[in-house]
Antibody
Framework: EVQLLESGGGLVQPGGSLRLSCAAS????????MSWVRQAPGKGLEWVSV????????YYADSVKGRFTISRDNSKNTLYLQMNSLRAEDTAVYYC????????????????WGQGTLVTVSS | QSALTQPASVSGSPGQSITISCTGT?????????VSWYQQHPGKAPKLMIS???NRPSGVSNRFSGSKSGNTASLTISGLQAEDESDYYC??????????FGTGTKVTVL
């Protein structure tokens, strides 16, 4: 059974940093691209970033480019999102999501999602 | 990276059919057959309902179907049921190797 478990969310001040983790199990982690998707309270879904299965290819939404860094440790089956220079508008539930197509280098569509972790940026 | 345009709300009576549109550009919806649809109940993670315009994953009811014409994709729910009341989002890959979601549609079963 595929499981994705996010952690690391919490309250952080504007300008601060936070690292999210997503522990994966139930599939060959290194074979699939992984994405982060966020959802601000009461708002719609926003794709944030994707990393290829091998970790050599990454892409970001313009809203986070230069501030967020996606990475993965395939030996630990874990996905990360390092978030720096956080702003109030980054407040959201952050989901990690598994790409459905094996060997995809970018984000196409997701067959499994985690339960999400809430990040609140406020003073 | 502008969000794809969806109607804010669509409603229908039980048993009826409804269609949700998703309008983008030739750089996303119109340029690729990687339009997907997700269902999201309040407080829950999204669930994949349709991939690659019209493919239905195993376990998804055949009452859900997808199509695309030009820069607009559509999700049709036939035989509307109370359990279909939810938020629905489309998504598409883009020419800049990113992914974009739609603005979301709240489906109400009257």
């Amino acid at each position: 059974e595929v499981q994705l478990l996010e952690s690391g969310g919490g309250l952080v001040q504007p300008g601060g940093s936070l690292r999210l983790s997503c522990a994966a199990s139930g599939f060959t982690f290194s074979s699939y691209a992984m994405s982060w998707v966020r959802q601000a309270p009461g708002k719609g879904l926003e794709w944030v970033s994707v990393i290829s299965g091998g970790g050599d290819s990454t892409y970001y939404a313009d809203s986070v480019k230069g501030r967020f860094t996606i990475s993965r440790d395939n030996s630990k089956n874990t996905l990360y999102l390092q978030m720096n220079s956080l702003r109030a508008e980054d407040t959201a539930v952050y989901y990690c999501a598994k790409e459905k197509m094996a060997a995809a280098q970018e984000a196409y569509y997701f067959d499994y999602w985690g339960q999400g972790t809430l990040v609140t940026v406020s003073s | 990276q502008s969000a794809l345009t969806q109607p804010a709300s669509v409603s229908g009576s039980p048993g009826q059919s409804i269609t949700i549109s998703c309008t983008g550009t030739s750089s996303d919806v119109g340029g690729y057959n990687y339009v997907s649809w997700y269902q999201q109940h309040p407080g829950k993670a999204p669930k994949l309902m349709i991939s690659e315009v019209s493919n239905r994953p195993s376990g998804v009811s055949n009452r859900f179907s997808g199509s695309k014409s030009g820069n607009t994709a559509s999700l049709t729910i036939s035989g509307l049921q109370a359990e279909d009341e939810s938020d629905y989002y489309c998504s598409s890959c883009t020419s800049t190797y990113t992914l974009v979601f739609g603005t979301g549609t709240k489906v109400t079963v009257l």
